[in-house]
């Protein structure tokens, strides 16, 4: 999926929507935007929504092509098992989003654009041995 935007120059700040492919918003986690030059991330709200950037002047993305990568991850209470001491973490979007290579999503940034919204498909449950 390619959404182009459209605006003016300089370091611009992007906000939309994280939701199942059911429609439901990803609750936390966070949506990075890559080049191969520059990143930035925003931290995915409750209701979905994030913001990459903020009304810092430097702060944001320069305008090019990035791949989006989302981790929609929550701790949860308890323990890791394979891990003493380390929080438990549920993974709550499939694998392929949270890798730059697999992710479906690449952007042109060339102005600020709210209405970005990413589809994603929900983690399986892994069964217990």
Partial sequence: MLLILS???GNVHQSGKVVFDDGSPVPCG??????ETYQASGTIQPDGTFVIGSTQTKN????GTYKVVIAGAQ???GEDPREKGAPLIEYLV????TDPEQTPFTV????RNSNLEFKVEKRQKS???
């Fill in 7 to 9: 605006g003016c120059s």
């Fill in 30 to 35: 966070d949506v990075c935007f890559l080049s």
């Fill in 60 to 63: 944001g993305l320069k305008p």
């Fill in 75 to 77: 701790i949860v209470v």
């Fill in 94 to 97: 499939d694998d392929k989003y």
């Fill in 108 to 111: 042109e940034v060339k102005g």
């Fill in 127 to 129: 069964s217990p041995n």
